[in-house]
């Protein structure tokens, strides 16, 4: 419980250092893409050290699988990070909670699993409330909140492709290789964005990418000393920490929308977790 609340709080980190990045908070806001390179470079350097010290034992990587993977996290980190940039932390957070979702729905035509009714009640409660968050109305429709929901589509197809690796690899392995790629993807793809980050900017990053690496860490080993039905509700708490981060930075406060888009999101992922849960204990 202690990991996997940690872990959560260290992803509403990275979601506040993205939102300072993309802002003109610490300097002249860097695009997206660049502050996803950051992420890899930086998360990558912190693996990497760990990796000197450790001297895991590495195998012959699956790199399609690995290459998929890491794609769909480029592009679901930065799309999520483009969403932080312009809507409250608390709401994009909450979106990205359908990624679970989004994971099941491709699960039938990726993995040809059977989805009961539970399931799909489960789903439609939480998209609800991210029909709630968008504010579908003629003056109050955010655009940019549909940012945040492609990056929980991404990473639902991301939850896909792990699923395939999961059995394959060493999670330690996984998390390098992954970042690896990311860093190669992100490199190729800053180029015509680039501009050069301010001292803070660079601090920013290093922590974004540092903060990123310690989650993945604390949510393999809570995952690995507990059974998953147990922990998984605990990674919740990442939108009660966001909220709070970004009411004490940005003095940003969530309306009695975004409350109620991001209660029933939770309630249908709380749902969905449970029905997961019981499947793998029945």
Not at 68 to 82: H, P
Not at 103 to 118: D, F, H, N, S
């Amino acid at each position: 419980m202690a990991l996997m609340l940690s872990a959560s709080a260290l992803v509403a980190v990275t979601t506040l250092f993205a939102k300072a990045l993309g802002t003109d908070a610490l300097g002249p806001a860097l695009h997206p893409v660049q502050v996803t390179h950051g992420r890899f470079l930086f998360a990558l350097l912190s693996l990497t050290l760990v990796a000197s010290v450790l001297r895991p034992g590495i195998g012959r990587p699956h790199w399609t699988l690995h290459i998929a993977r890491t794609s769909a996290g480029f592009v679901g980190v930065t799309l999520m990070f483009a969403a932080v940039a312009r809507i409250p932390m608390s709401d994009a957070t909450a979106i990205t909670f359908l990624n679970p979702v989004f994971a099941m729905m491709l699960a039938i035509p990726l993995l040809g699993e059977k989805v009961g009714r539970w399931r799909w009640s489960a789903a439609a409660i939480a998209l609800l409330g991210a029909v709630i968050l968008l504010r579908p109305g003629p003056e109050s429709f955010r655009p940019t909140a549909l940012l945040a929901l492609g990056s929980a589509a991404v990473m639902g197809l991301e939850v896909i492709f792990i699923k395939k690796l999961a059995g394959r690899e060493r999670p330690f392995q996984v998390l390098l290789v992954n970042n690896a790629l990311g860093l190669c993807i992100a490199s190729a793809a800053v180029l015509p964005v680039w501009s050069a980050p301010t001292t803070a900017q660079w601090a920013a990053l290093a922590g974004l990418g540092a903060a990123m690496a310690c989650a993945q860490a604390c949510y393999i080993n809570a995952v690995a000393r507990a059974d998953a039905s147990f922990v998984a509700p605990f990674a919740y708490s990442t939108l009660v920490f966001a909220s709070l981060y970004d009411a004490a930075i940005f003095g940003t406060l969530p309306d009695w929308v975004s409350l109620l888009g991001a209660g029933v999101i939770l309630a249908g992922a709380a749902v969905l977790a449970w029905r997961e849960g019981r499947r793998v204990t029945a």
